[in-house]
């Protein structure tokens, strides 16, 4: 379905993201989702930290937005919604700065099960400042801060949220479109704690480095790589070492 994007975006904006960048297409999949909904934007906060995925809201959605310190997009969410407990709030930002510099806020809001519906746009990088390694970063990748090869295991974000005790956890990928937006959608409607891991390629530092060619062909290889967990059960885990598992995780009780 296509909508009018412009009616959700601030006037006069340019969106400042490179060819085939993930986060454009997240933008777009997150207003279908609220247009969906038929959730009145003015009655929503969007809160974000700093990075390249930071910018999705803020200063495009003609909504209130926060554009926030690095790492500390959580908490200045969850200080507000405890102000005004009404407010629809939306967390939108970066594997880094949610799960590496703002880790803690991460686990303990969902610990708390705060009442936000936080979405992780994860390029498995922080993309913003030159690709380097992060806790998401698969093992074995190189990036300009691991020549080497990234020695550590990364997170499994879902697993990490899901154990702290969020309501709704779940991964999806920009290339899934469909179910993507109907993630959204139930994130978006779930009361507690909802968390997306939300793959969205980088076809600038990430794809670049590890020469996955054009952007399209970037979306292309982690489209490959992305697997439904229904589909994944028969899989042995040599199978799986080089795909990407995505679907619910836990679901609300729905
Ligand atoms: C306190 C602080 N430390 C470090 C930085 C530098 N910095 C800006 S964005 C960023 C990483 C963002 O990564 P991520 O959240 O994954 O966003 P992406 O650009 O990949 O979308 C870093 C380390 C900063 N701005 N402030
Ligand atoms: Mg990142």
Not at 210 to 237: Q, V, W, Y
Request: hydrophobic share 35%; with cysteine; proline share 6%.
């Amino acid at each position: 379905m296509s909508i009018d994007l412009k009616q959700y975006l601030r006037p006069g904006v340019t969106l400042p993201f490179c060819a085939g960048c993930g986060d454009r297409i997240l933008l777009r999949l997150i207003l279908r989702a609220i247009d969906e909904l038929k959730i009145n934007i003015d009655d929503m906060l969007f809160v974000s930290g700093i990075g390249c995925a930071a910018w999705i809201p803020s200063p495009n959605f003609n909504a209130d937005t926060l554009h926030t310190l690095h790492g500390r997009a959580i908490a200045f969410a969850t200080g507000a919604k405890v102000f005004n407990p009404k407010l629809k709030t939306v967390v939108i930002s970066g594997d880094g700065d949610l799960a590496d510099i703002g880790g803690n806020h991460l686990i303990h809001a969902a610990r708390r099960n705060i009442d936000l519906t936080v979405l992780c746009a994860n390029n498995m990088n922080y993309g913003m400042t030159g690709g380097q390694v992060c806790s998401t970063t698969p093992k074995g990748v190189r990036t300009p801060t691991t020549p080497g090869g990234n020695p550590y295991h990364p997170f499994d974000l879902c697993k990490l949220v899901n154990a702290a005790g969020a309501t709704y956890v779940a991964r999806y990928s920009v290339t899934q479109p469909s179910v993507l937006v109907e993630s959204i959608k139930k994130a978006l409607q779930i009361e507690g704690f909802s968390f997306i891991d939300i793959i969205s390629p980088c076809p600038t530092q990430y794809g670049r480095q590890h020469r996955l060619g054009t952007p399209r062909e970037t979306l292309k290889f982690f489209e490959n790589r992305c697997i439904m967990k229904e589909d994944a059960k028969g899989l042995s885990e040599e199978e799986l070492e080089e795909k990407i598992v995505t679907g619910e995780f836990s679901d609300g009780g729905n």
